[in-house]
């Protein structure tokens, strides 16, 4: 279902997941052609739990995200060109070329620290979420990691501490695994989680938890806005695990795009290669979302088509930039690592 | 529960081991008062019922790890006594020749394996050990003690999500004295019992009384049964109360008196002797030959251990690496 | 000038720190250890209750809090109490909190103080007498305290927590009882500014945290065999005061180091490596190094007390350089 708000903030979540989608798909070529080396992780397939989501924000919460922050960061608005100028090491990007991919840092949107180590940054959400119950000033934290995270000791360890201190923290767990949206009842066991259904852990700690389906932005919409305003209200922490389907390009060691988006694969997937067909079939948030703004009425094809048109020339204009953007002086790595 | 069933000469032994633990715990004590033993020290008087409980079901070959507070532990699994004190005096003739002192027990011979002074420390290691077990398929099993405090630790939670996984026979045993160091354990966490994170991973618990020997034991029995069948972890909380303070030296001002009395009531061996002199399984003259025997033995080992010389300076350059 | 007791001077240090700013939050509190002081610490938590937390045994946990507090507008001081559990926070600490400033293109600062107490205790074994220093200069991004005296111990809490950067204050519980001079309005004393303990001419002996003390004992006794050490105490070891000791060196020819940090790669090691990089040619003799032995502490007694840095061991190092 669609999210309960105005019509021009449709459109405008459409936009982003717009974003999101054709910038990660951008840099894959860019990748394969040696412009930027490492791995990376690509968003492609949860845009509609970020867009969403982070929409019910205010602009002075904090975030904390992981190695696959592109998505969270565009969600959150920031700019492409300065993204893709620091995934491609370039001096104008966000951290100046020293993080890269797996550490994009945007201060004036939330973005404090993001820590490539799996779990890295859940025990210091709870201290940004500590130092705004300290400080009064009503900042919330979203702490946003994947299913993987709660394997790591640190993440029981911050759980047991936000709900032990009852600090305002939302943690937000995108389980895109194969036990996730894509887990058929009864299935087998996960071989590395033995906690089922994940909301387990956090209720062992008596942190209210929840799951959602993280196709459904709307289902996404309702159940942050109602977490986000229980944690504002100092009702301690919150829990909610959204389900995803991977994203079949992210399954290899470096993604694969066998399948470029364009909106009307919303309605007719007959052209996509047959190993991917089934998932932009039934389990693309972004086609879903724009087949329901069309069934809704709250848009025509050519209106998303056009939106999509524009979001393809902006992305196209960030790698240019990205691209022309110089390298940072070689001595710039012996600069600027202490206050 | 305790059943009548079970014949005094099963029953009798277990209070002598409790009794030998007890005196042991208290000649230690008066060393360290007498300033024969330095460094850290826990005690764990008033928590013999759940060491006896458990280690009494155990076979030799089976594999026992401790914390910082295991003499009892390592009493229990059938340790030297002499070669024990020794080595919490630092003695040559201690079990690790004196590097180890109090919190790093090693009793190979008697199958206990580790202590460590890092709060859950031990707990990955008995995965280990317990994933070795299986591979060697003989029913083994592995056993690891730690207290409330272990519960915040992240590595507890991933060896429970390991253990539950991978189907390892190892059995947690959680002694819930309700305090973690100084602090009481509602300082720490939300919970109040740590079995609820055994539920979370899926892993078979049981909480119970642990200042009562049969009803630990009657536990343990389930659990160890279930572990040697190649069903997996199991996960037992003993609720039991520490008599002293966190270590040696720590006056303890931190709890109500009147706690401490009603626990004193609640001590796990005068609660078994009142049970076994209803079981007509000892008499009075039984029970003070008991004591008199275990003080004996332990007054030997005192003995030994400060009568042993210290280790040789060049000892420290040696068993650095194998 | 008045005379008190180091774990008096830290705590006037945590008193005056609290007072002047609310942004300093304690985590976790055993800033005097199982010291039998450590009552005094008591009264500070009651007076600032709200600001002082008391976590469970979750150092991952809690070093990250702290960590990430300090990137939202707090100055933690967290107490890792003793020095071997900063390896259950390791994570924390040297992965997200040393790199953060850097690793994001100096957007976010991380003003963490991480407290802890190193070394030998008597007693600790292998598990709770580590010095972790060593380690943690050897991962960029971190500063280095440690103080050995009264008036360090509180000026240098002072500039720790005043300072932007995640600092490890390293402290020893063998300073706690020992008294100095300690002015009535003392001034934060600034890092990466080393000390000349005592003055002299023969020997250039640098040492830090408990073995400046130590080392000035074995100066005192060499007192009568005519031999005049100057002890440096370089106080922090990042940033360090590579002048003030050079001045030492250039006096006197011969340098001996004492830390207890292990042999291998230790404090010691590093210090030496940069005197010979700066000024070989002043050296009259090849610099002696008095570290704790490459060795897992053993407990006992005779055994702990042997792998230090002994004082014979001290004493024979400075003749050694002097002959």
Known sequence: MLPQVPRETLLDFCRRMFVIRHFEESLVPLHDKGVFGGHYHLYIGQEATGVPALSCLRADDYLFTTHRNHGHLLARGADPKRLCAEILGRADGYNKGKGGSFHTVVTSLGFLHTSAVVAGIIPLATGTAYAAKALKNGRITVCLFGDGALEEGAAPEALNLASLWKLPVLFLCENNGKYGAGRAAGAAQSTTMAAFPLTDLPKAYKVPAQQVDGLDSGAVHITISQAVEKIRGGEGPQFVEAQTVRWPGGETNWPVVLQNTNSSLAWDVSGVPDKVREWYRSCDPLLIYIRELVDAKQATKQEIADIENKVKADIADAVEFAVASPYPKPEVAAQEYFA | ?322 | MREIAYYEAKFEALNEIMAADPTVHLINGTFLSLSPHRHVYQALAKKYSDRIMSPPISELGFCGLATGAAMAGLRPIVDISTGSFIFEGWPQVANEAANAFSMSGGQTRVPVVFHLFHGLRGGGAAQHSASPQAMLWNNPGLEIVLPSSPRDVKGLLKSATASDNPTIFVDHVQLLDLKGDVPENDTPIPLGVADVKRKGSDVTVIATSYMVQRCLEVAEKLVNDRINVEVVDPRTLVPFDMATLMTSVEKTGRVVIVDETHQSCGVAAEIAARIVETGFDKLKAPIRRVATLDVPVPYSPPLEDYIGPRKDRIMEAILAVLR
Not at chain 2, 256 to 277: G, N, Q, V
Not at chain 2, 298 to 319: G, N, R, T, Y
């Open chain 2, 1 to 322: 529960m305790a059943t009548d069933r079970e014949k005094p000469t099963e029953l009798v032994p277990l209070l002598r081991k409790m009794w030998l633990i007890r005196a042991f715990e208290e000649k230690v004590s008066a060393l360290y008062a007498m300033r024969e033993i330095m460094g850290l020290l826990h005690l764990g008087i008033g928590q013999e019922a759940v060491a006896v409980g458990t280690c009494s079901l155990l076979r030799a070959d089976d594999y026992v790890f401790g914390g910082h507070r295991s003499h009892g532990h390592a009493i229990a699994k059938g340790a030297d006594i002499k070669r024990l004190m020794a080595e919490i005096a630092g003695r040559a003739t201690g079990y690790c020749g004196g590097k180890g002192g109090s919190m790093h027990i090693v009793a190979l011979d008697a199958g206990f394996v580790t202590a460590t002074g890092v709060v859950g420390g031990t707990i990955p290691l008995a995965l280990g050990a317990a994933f070795a077990a299986k591979e060697k398929n003989k029913g083994q099993v592995a056993v690891v003690f730690f207290g409330d405090g272990a519960g915040q630790a992240g590595a507890f939670h991933e060896s429970l999500n390991i253990a539950s996984l991978w189907q390892l026979p190892v059995i947690f045993v959680c002694e819930n004295n309700g305090y973690a160091e100084f602090t009481p354990l509602s300082s720490h966490t939300l919970i109040e019992r740590l079995a609820r994170h055994a539920e979370t991973y899926k892993i078979p618990s049981a909480t119970v009384d642990g200042n009562r020997v049969l009803e630990v034991r009657n536990a343990m029995s389930k659990a160890v049964q279930h572990a040697r069948k190649g069903k997996g972890p199991a996960f037992v909380e003993c609720l039991t109360h520490r008599l002293r303070g966190h270590y040696e030296g720590d006056p303890a001002k931190y709890r109500e008196l009147s706690e401490l009395a009603e626990w004193k009531e609640k001590d796990p061996i005068a609660r078994f002797m009142r049970e076994l002199k209803r079981r007509k399984a000892v008499s009075d003259k039984d029970i003070a030959a008991i004591e008199s025997d275990a003080r004996d033995l332990v007054e030997q080992a005192a003995q030994f251990a400060l009568d042993s010389p210290w280790p040789a300076s060049d000892e420290v350059a040696s068993q650095v690496t194998a």
